[in-house]
């Protein structure tokens, strides 16, 4: 789900019909799984009106359902074919385009008439090139979390005596976490790809959040907020050894030993004889409810699921102890309570802000215009986004454009890499700039809830992250 998805379909129903009244749109239901068990609806005026301008993908649900074989494929084919279908519109993030593009090539190589066009969706913001400035969702979802830490940073210095560690949506990359960070100037906010370029262990991450702990509790400030991205462990070198070994040691028949044993007692003992040392040293200073996330069930192909592993409160234990240990040396006199939030599924369906759904809308009536130009295996894209609407530029490029081939599962896969947060880019050099005065002193800002009426430059506004690389 990604706000504005639904004025991607509006978009594309008005383009389709302002052509003809007599063009028809189906829209399949719950992702690529309507495509082949030929699931769907008709949409009519009434039925896409009734969804203008609204959050979420309930119009027609979505799925996780991935087309990738020749069997697959030819399915989709013959379902197009039994409806008349003479082009498809994939509404995704990574993983679906990297679909519609193979999907694309099938539909050409058999000479089917069917165009694949694709259109750029995640919140997480990692869809991007300098083709795509911002897949579509980003602006509203992270405008949805800095409204919410906004609010909890109002309470936290009204209150004064709690630090709050929120983690944000954001697996394989930092954009939201740094978004929020810039929209609300937080005390701490951690970037994953600044962990892992400069190798930070769980140790060291610790030791800079609990520096700015102490510091504001000398000037009397025992309360803060801290910003945690999703999948901040994976980034952690050392933790990412430990995963590894942890997936090596449950791998196969040791898995059904190992969830045989009957007491934590037994199976800590079972981790230990089987991890190295090194990773040993990690996995003992985790806190025990963390060890067993390590533990919970694993994905289907058979890792440690690390979205279910609270990162939050895995970092606010660690601070309490390095904290502890600082007090018993005399170094550190605060007090220290943390309270825990993970803001997630409350940005995913938002009513979309003024910038996603204008923006939504364009990506679908452009969508149309390739199809009418007769483009396929194409990504609808509109540039010059930080300008007024007025301005934008609409377009195409070829999503095999942004892929690389990776190897999976002993075959190479045509992959669509995730865009990671640049460590040189704009938006990370003003947070770092800035983010030292921010641990110390209480500059949050607090922004309030998302302005649909009223003067451009306050309802229009598109994301920090957009506006600095766009300067």
């Known amino acids: 789900q990604a706000p504005g998805g639904h004025n991607v379909i509006c978009g594309l129903y008005d383009a389709l019909k302002a052509l003809s ?34 959050g979420g993908f309930d119009i027609i649900g979505s799925g996780r359902t ?72 980003f602006d509203t979802a992270t405008k949805t979390y800095s409204e919410i830490i906004g609010n909890i940073q109002r309470d936290a210095n009204s209150a004064k005596k709690y630090w709050h560690f929120i983690k944000v949506m954001g697996r394989s990359a930092s954009h939201v976490a740094l978004e929020c960070a810039l929209e609300t100037q937080p005390n701490i906010c951690l970037i994953g790809e600044e962990v892992a370029a400069k190798k930070m262990s769980l140790a060291e991450i610790t030791d800079y959040i609990a520096d700015s702990v ?22 952690v070198p050392e933790f990412s050894v430990l995963i590894a070994e942890i997936n090596e040691l449950l791998a196969g028949a040791k898995a059904d030993a190992f969830n045989a044993l009957a007491t934590w007692e037994e199976k800590y003992a079972f981790i230990k004889a089987g991890l190295t040392e090194a990773s040993m040293a990690v996995f003992a200073i985790l806190p025990q409810t963390i060890q067993q996330q390590l533990f919970l069930e694993r994905d289907p192909h058979g890792n440690v699921q690390v979205s279910l592993i609270e990162s939050e409160k895995l970092f606010s234990e660690m601070v309490k102890n390095n ?7 005399g170094t550190y006199n605060g007090k220290f309570s943390a309270l825990h939030h993970f803001l997630g599924y409350e940005g995913r369906c938002a009513f979309p802000s003024n910038f996603d759904a204008d923006y939504c809308y364009s990506l679908g009536y452009n969508a149309f215009m390739l199809i009418q130009y007769g483009y396929t295996g194409y990504l609808s894209k509109v540039s010059n986004l930080s300008k007024p609407a007025e301005e934008w530029v609409a377009g195409g490029m070829p999503i095999t454009k942004m892929m690389n081939i990776e190897r999976r599962h002993g075959a190479d896969k045509p992959v669509i890499r995730k865009a990671l947060v640049e460590l040189e880019g704009a938006p990370f050099k003003f947070f770092a700039e800035n983010r030292e005065t921010w641990a110390v002193e209480t500059c949050y800002v607090y922004p309030g809830a998302i302005q649909y009426f009223g003067p451009s430059e306050v309802c229009d506004l598109t994301t920090r992250t957009l506006a600095l690389e766009k300067a």
């Open 21 to 54: 009244p007599e063009n028809v749109l189906i829209g399949f239901k719950g992702g690529p799984s309507g495509l082949l068990d030929n699931d769907f609806i008709v949409f009519e005026d009434d039925y896409i009106n009734a969804y203008r301008n609204t």
């Open 66 to 137: 991935k087309l990738e074989t020749q069997e697959q494929f030819a399915v989709v084919v013959e379902n197009c074919k039994n409806h008349g279908v003479n082009a498809l519109v994939i509404i995704g993030g990574d993983d679906s385009n990297t679909n519609a593009a193979v999907l694309a090539e099938y539909c050409a190589a058999h000479n089917t008439g069917i165009q694949v066009i694709g259109c750029p969706k995640t919140i997480d913001g990692d869809l991007k090139n300098e083709d795509i400035e911002c897949s579509f969702g």
């Open 214 to 235: 102490a510091a504001r509790a000398a000037k009397g400030w025992n309360f803060g907020v801290a910003i945690i991205p999703e999948g901040i462990v994976e980034f």
């Open 323 to 329: 904290l502890a240990a600082r007090k018993a040396a």
